[in-house]
């Protein structure tokens, strides 16, 4: 009996064809209509077409007609299958959101899929149900209980206030290089050295790197900025301790603003941030001359936000950190090279939040009167 449903492929459909079986990116049931209508323009038999593709004969029948009735796209993509009906209604659904946004039971971190399943069912909610259809609920009302976001939650009072509204003046005042204005933190690195040589990168493959690796210690890094000139610097060191902080303040007054009257330093309240650490590390005479063109401003406890050199750290970090690097004298390399790009460029922030907008809206944190 002759075929009904002929294949007749033209260059470019054989030339798709094989691209579907060679680049492997496509479902498994596409690729199978692919090989079954290759073999069939070669006027193969269904019943060896099914044979060497591991389909049902009725399978090769049905896409050589969906071929010849629709087209290439046609054959290839699935059918339209009818809508399943719902295992949960709009007040079971309800019911279901509201569990899982809810503590979960003693003894348990969060609610798993599984554990509603099965509450569900203990409570008569349902007969039975499957965690397949939990996990489906939350996902298309586009609700994750599941998630917690670590936040300072700062203590706002009278001195928050001060402190906060200190900042944003001094940010707000116009540039003066006889009076500076610069941001000072730090921030831990850990060198990591490479196990295995990475392998390089590759036409549709990206560059592959051992997950295993060797730590070679943790450093630290002073960074300063000066907003307003577009100037930073970032200093390695093995340490952070008082020792480490007052001789960053020598190099700020005597090497990096020697021509300054004055320098106003923003810092947030880390014990080792203090004028008095000069004492333990100079003489009592150097101490006072360092600190006499140093004036402190404090940021608020749990408020890092206010420092802009915790930004340019971020962008330090985005830049030129991300990646392992194994020794102290090539991350200064490194970070000398960002750095000195980004002076150039005399790349900056601008701040716009001012001391106006703050009692606008952040009035309900302002201590009543």
Not at 100 to 110: D, I, K, L, M, Y
Request: aromatic share 8%; hydrophobic share 35%.
């Amino acid at each position: 009996m002759a075929k009904k449903y002929i294949v007749d492929l033209s260059e470019d459909e054989v030339l798709q064809l094989q691209a579907i079986l060679k680049k492997g990116k496509h479902k498994a049931r596409t690729i199978t209509r692919a090989n079954i209508l290759l073999m069939a323009a070669e006027r193969e038999t269904d019943t060896a077409i099914a044979a060497a593709v591991r389909v049902h004969v009725a399978t090769v029948e049905r896409t050589r007609e969906k071929f010849v009735i629709g087209g290439l796209e046609f054959a290839l993509k699935d059918g339209e299958h009818p809508p399943k009906p719902k295992k949960l209604n709009e007040k079971q659904e309800a019911f279901l959101i509201g569990t899982a946004c809810s503590n979960p039971p003693e003894g348990r971190v969060r609610w798993t899929m599984q554990l509603l399943a099965d509450h569900l069912v203990s409570v008569g909610i349902v007969d039975s149900i499957s965690d397949e259809t939990i996990r489906q609920t939350p996902k298309k009302n586009e609700i994750k209980p599941w998630l917690k976001e670590q936040w300072c939650i700062p203590e706002v009072n009278a001195e928050y206030v001060f402190r906060m509204e200190d900042v944003l003046d001094l940010y707000n005042e116009p540039y003066n290089p006889k009076k500076p204005v610069l941001c000072l933190d730090k921030r831990p690195y850990q060198l990591v050295e490479e196990v295995r040589k990475p392998i390089p990168s590759e036409p549709e493959q990206p560059e592959r790197y051992d997950y295993e690796y060797k730590r070679n210690g943790v450093v630290n890094l002073f960074a300063f900025f000066e907003p307003l000139a577009g100037w930073r610097h970032i200093e390695v060191t093995q340490r952070r301790t008082k020792v480490d902080f007052a001789k960053q303040l020598k190099n700020l007054v005597d090497v990096y603003y020697p021509q300054a009257d004055v320098i106003r330093l923003v810092v947030d309240n880390l014990n080792i941030h203090t004028p008095s650490a000069l004492y333990e590390v100079f003489s009592p005479q150097e101490a006072r001359r360092i600190i006499q063109k140093l004036e402190f401003h404090y940021t608020p406890k749990h408020a890092s936000w206010l420092n802009q050199v915790e930004i340019e750290l971020s962008v330090l970090s985005r830049q030129c950190l991300e990646r392992r690097i194994p020794n102290v004298e090539t991350l200064s390399s490194e970070i000398a090279a960002w750095q000195s790009q980004r002076n150039q460029q005399k790349a900056s922030v601008f701040w716009g939040f001012k001391t106006k907008d703050a009692r606008k809206k952040m009035q309900r944190l302002y201590p009543s009167i």
